[in-house]
């Protein structure tokens, strides 16, 4: 697994590899490895503010837990 910037807005990027896969029941456990990341700008505002949260991806996502 690899990533890195796709465009102008991205803030940064990330490598990463997939250390291992556990299946347990019907899930699949993937335990992943950070290799290397970097930050292109700061965001605005405080960073720890600036996290992804389940009801900024939509009306259509939901988590059963």
Known sequence: MSGHSAGPNDSGYRRAGIE???ERGDHHIVL????????????????????LEMKDLGEKVFYGG
Do not use: L, M, N, Q
Request: no cysteine; net charge positive; charged share 25%.
């Open 20 to 22: 291992g896969i556990a």
């Open 32 to 51: 992943g490895k950070v290799i290397d990341s970097r930050v292109a700008r700061a965001p605005a505002g405080r960073p720890d503010a600036a996290i």
